[in-house]
Nanobody, 123 residues
Framework: QVQLVESGGGLVQAGGSLRVSCAAS????????MGWFRQAPGKEREFITQ????????YYADSVKGRFTISKDNAKNTLYLQMNSLKPEDTAVYYC????????????????WGQGTQVTVSS
């Protein structure tokens, strides 16, 4: 099992920046890909970005490409999401997730999920 705990959410004005973190514990050696998702009220959960835990390759959804950056610190077993140029439509609960297998390019099949952290962007 892998346990994931997000932190760093909050309230920010449009155009501002925020960084959220995700601390992983447990069987972290089994992780292959870690990702960030978000869910706004009344909407389905949306894939944002993912990173290969071993070699660091990344993949972004078009909605955040150029504004958000995913990164990791393997020594600390921590995943980050740097969010810049935030917009009110970025308001959502942000979740980190991890999977131990599957093809790199897929954005599904995540086995482990955090509890989420709220990000609110005011206009």
């Amino acid at each position: 099992q892998v346990q994931l705990v997000e932190s760093g959410g909050g309230l920010v004005q449009a155009g501002g920046s925020l960084r959220v973190s995700c601390a992983a514990s447990g069987r972290t050696f089994s992780m292959y890909v870690m990702g960030w998702f978000r869910q706004a009220p009344g909407k389905e959960r949306e894939f944002i970005t993912q990173i290969d835990w071993i070699n660091g390759r990344t993949y972004y959804a078009d909605s955040v490409k150029g504004r958000f950056t995913i990164s990791k610190d393997n020594a600390k077993n921590t995943l980050y999401l740097q969010m810049n140029s935030l917009k009110p439509e970025d308001t959502a609960v942000y979740y980190c997730a991890a999977r131990s297998g599957g093809l790199w390019i897929v954005t599904t099949g995540y086995e482990y999920w955090g509890q989420g952290t709220q990000v609110t962007v005011s206009s």
